[in-house]
């Protein structure tokens, strides 16, 4: 479910009890932000920057300057339809727009509630505050309005809708690099399969090629990449051994080495990349870390990818020019380079 918040804001920044709605949302489902106002990137940018807001949908016109319910709710009604819930804080313009967003959708408004039992079951205040009580909503949207007091307010910080902007871009040419990494975890697991999960999603949302780095988690990688069938990617800095690259050759993968293939100990790898067909096949460089071996000790650069490409010639019997000819076709046709 996608739950939609209408922002209360003051055109160059979030309005406090905002947050407290987008944690309450939160426990709905996957958060979107609208902001309608006039010139109010400001405002935008805070809520793209909101931790657990998936997207921020902003409407930047003279009719919204002032948060009018007479122009703001038809706005919110229109977009309502692709929503399982619309949640506002009951602050003033709350109060103002969601009872005429309700009687548009003709749904019964559910006010000031507290806290969220279910997807359709809320406890709210009933005769001025002295008593509560728990109500169940059986309307397609359900529409909202959030006492700030119960939820804790949102993280400004840490906001996934940041980041689909700037992959939205039409110059940004892939997702990533994401994906899950068992040596180091920096990041907690679930952490982890929650970012690589939303950005997969993003990828396949936005028809872009994704960026998978993979470091002692390729079995969890492998069953993650199946269940996202049609997106299409590459194996960044394919590390493994034959044995684990069919997964992602079944995924429509592409498979990209490194320095690390030049290693004289990585017989395992050398003997992956002789299996990799050659429409699939990339090279990198991973600069400025794992220079190949014949710079061992040195910054990477670009420039020391001919190792790459001199060690991968060798084991699959192959001219270096032909090689980096198709391997230069194969990254062009992935990120759709001229």
Same mark, same amino acid.
Not at 244 to 256: D, V
């Given at each position: ?8 804001? #003051? /055109? ?9 709605? %987008? ?5 709905? =489902? ?7 106002? @006039? ?26 300057? /002032? ?19 619309? !949640?506002?804080?009951? +602050?003033?313009?709350?109060?103002? %727009?969601?009872?005429?967003?309700? &009687?548009?959708? #003709?749904? @019964? ?19 001025? $505050? ?5 109500? @169940? ?6 529409? %909202? +309005?959030?006492? $700030? ?6 993280? +400004? ?16 040419? =892939?997702? $990533? ?42 079995? #969890? ?33 592409? %498979? ?12 395992? /790898?050398?003997?992956?990349? &002789? ?42 019997? &192959? #001219?270096?020019?032909? !090689? ?8 062009? &046709? ?5």
């Amino acid at each position: 479910m996608s739950v939609l918040v209408l922002a209360d804001h #003051d /055109n160059a920044s979030l309005k406090p009890a905002t947050l407290n709605a %987008i944690t309450a949302a939160a426990k709905l =489902g996957e958060v979107h932000v609208l902001v309608a106002g @006039q010139d109010c990137d400001g405002a935008a940018k805070a809520a793209a920057a909101v931790a657990g807001v998936a997207k921020v949908l902003k409407a930047d016109a003279a009719p919204y300057r /002032n948060p009018l319910a007479e122009n703001v709710a038809p706005l919110v009604a229109k977009l309502a339809a692709g929503y399982s819930h619309v !949640l506002s804080a009951a +602050t003033t313009v709350g109060k103002n %727009i969601m009872p005429r967003v309700a &009687a548009t959708l #003709d749904v @019964q408004q559910i006010s000031a509630i507290l806290t969220v039992e279910s997807a359709d079951t809320f406890v709210r205040p009933i005769y001025a $505050g002295n008593a509560l009580a728990t109500v @169940q909503s059986k309307d397609a949207i359900k529409v %909202i +309005t959030v006492r $700030g007091t119960a939820f804790a307010p949102a993280a +400004t910080t840490g906001g996934s809708a940041a980041i689909e902007a700037l992959c939205r871009r039409p110059e940004c040419v =892939g997702v $990533g690099e994401t994906g899950l990494d068992y040596f180091k975890e920096h990041a907690p697991r679930a952490a982890q399969l929650e970012s690589f999960y939303w950005q997969l999603d993003l990828a396949r949302r936005l028809d872009k090629p994704v960026v998978v780095h993979c470091r002692d988690a390729w079995q #969890d990688t492998a069953r993650i990449l199946a269940e996202f069938q049609g997106v299409r990617g590459v194996m960044h800095c394919y590390t493994y051994g034959p044995a684990e690259l069919e997964p992602f050759l079944a995924a429509g993968f592409c %498979i990209s080495f490194s320095g690390v293939v030049t290693y004289p100990r990585n017989d395992e /790898n050398r003997a992956a990349a &002789a299996l990799v067909p050659e429409e699939r096949l990339l090279v990198e460089t991973d600069s400025p870390f794992l220079a190949p071996q014949a710079a061992r000790g040195r910054r990477n650069e670009p420039a020391f990818v001919r190792h790459v490409l001199d060690t991968l010639a060798r084991v699959r019997g &192959a #001219d270096v020019g032909e !090689l980096a000819r198709a391997t230069s076709r194969n990254a062009a &046709a992935l990120f759709g380079l001229p």
